[in-house]
């Protein structure tokens, strides 16, 4: 039987330098990749009982999209201030998100930032979200 895993822990990193990778601060909440698959239709006069049928087409790796602390000005983790850096420069990064089972566990994706958003309500802490296209496929290992 296999045992759930807490997601407290859950880190995600970019590559600042070759096969290194720096913790993004203070994140809050990841979701993704959300990898998907278009479906084609392949119907014919001569399909079975009329029923449609179709066959996989072209993946996508979806999106990853993440909330954390607005701290601008960190001095040694990838904060807000950077990841609208990247968006600024429009290039494609590698990323992981690293899982605390045994911090082995990781999706490892290439991909660029599409949105980058802060939010400071009157009672509440400031916090900004962001989003990752990912470009090609991502691998889970």
């Known amino acids: 039987m296999s045992e759930a895993v807490h997601a407290f822990g859950t880190k995600l990193q970019v590559e600042t330098t070759t096969d290194t990778y720096t913790d993004v601060a203070e994140i809050t909440d990841i979701s993704g990749p959300s990898v998907t698959a278009d479906e084609i239709d392949v119907s014919s006069h001569d399909s079975p009982d009329t029923y449609r049928e179709f066959v996989q087409g072209m ?3 979806g999106e990853v999209t993440f909330e954390g602390h607005f701290i601008y000005d960190h001095a040694t983790l990838e904060d807000a201030g950077d990841i609208l850096g990247y968006l600024d420069g429009g290039g494609v990064e590698s990323w992981k998100i690293v899982f605390p089972d045994t911090g082995s ?5 290439d991909g660029f930032v599409t949105a980058f958003e802060t939010t400071g309500n009157f009672e509440d802490k400031a916090t900004f979200s962001a989003t990752i296209k990912v470009s090609g496929k991502p691998t889970l290992t």
């Open 105 to 109: 566990t990781e999706w490892a994706f």
């Open 59 to 61: 993946k996508d790796g």
